[in-house]
Antibody
Framework: EVQLVESGGGLIQPGGSLRLSCAVSGLTVSRNYMSWVRQAPGKGLEWVSFISSGGDTYYADSVRGRFIISRDNSKNTLYLEMNNVRGEDTAVYYC????????????WGQGTLVTVSS | EVVLTQSPGTLSLSPGERATLSCRASQSVSNSYLAWYQQKPGQAPRLLIYDTSDRATGIPERFSGSGSGTDCTLTISRLEPEDFAVYYCQQYVGSPPGITFGPGTRVDIK
């Protein structure tokens, strides 16, 4: 059974930093394309970042230069380092898997809430 | 960047009725790389349809996708009580990854 479990969310002040984790079981993170998708309260889905099986990383314009996606193959875990956060980064953050670059997101975690507020 | 527009914003229907949801892209979606997701309150999105018309594993036959170019449709042939939710379309063009979601269509009980 495939499971993706996010953690690390919480309350953070504007300008601060936070690292989200996504522990994965049932599939190998390094062999898949792993994404972070977020959803602001009451709003729609927004793609945030993507790491390919080859380790290439991609970001939405809204987070490029502030967020860093990475993975730890030994722990089979995906990360999102969030720096210089803003109020508009407040959202539930989901990790999700695509089996390749031309594939949809077929497995999702339950999400972790990040609230940016002073 | 491809922009996706979904219509209607809200669809009010009764159980047993047919639901037709539209997704329009600002430019043609390459090779039909378009998906539909269902999201219920407090839950993660669930993949329903991929590559415009293929049902994901475990998805009931009442869900179907169609379309080409810039216009795609999700049809729910007969609404079940558990189908009342928000539906998002998404395009997933390859390299560099272009992942875009539509704003969603809410299907609620009339």
């Amino acid at each position: 059974e495939v499971q993706l479990v996010e953690s690390g969310g919480g309350l953070i002040q504007p300008g601060g930093s936070l690292r989200l984790s996504c522990a994965v079981s049932g599939l190998t993170v390094s062999r898949n394309y792993m994404s972070w998708v977020r959803q602001a309260p009451g709003k729609g889905l927004e793609w945030v970042s993507f790491i390919s099986s080859g380790g290439d990383t991609y970001y939405a314009d809204s987070v490029r230069g502030r967020f860093i996606i990475s993975r730890d193959n030994s722990k089979n875990t995906l990360y999102l380092e969030m720096n210089n956060v803003r109020g508009e980064d407040t959202a539930v953050y989901y990790c999700a898997r695509a089996s390749g670059s031309y594939h949809p997101l077929d497995f999702w975690g339950q999400g972790t809430l990040v609230t940016v507020s002073s | 960047e491809v922009v996706l527009t979904q219509s209607p914003g809200t669809l009010s229907l009764s159980p047993g009725e047919r639901a037709t949801l539209s997704c329009r892209a600002s430019q043609s979606v390459s090779n039909s790389y378009l998906a539909w997701y269902q999201q219920k309150p407090g839950q993660a999105p669930r993949l329903l349809i991929y590559d415009t018309s293929d049902r994901a594993t475990g998805i009931p036959e009442r869900f179907s996708g169609s379309g080409s170019g810039t216009d795609c449709t999700l049809t729910i042939s007969r609404l079940e009580p558990e189908d009342f939710a928000v539906y998002y379309c998404q395009q997933y063009v390859g390299s560099p990854p272009g992942i875009t979601f539509g704003p969603g269509t809410r299907v609620d009980i009339k």
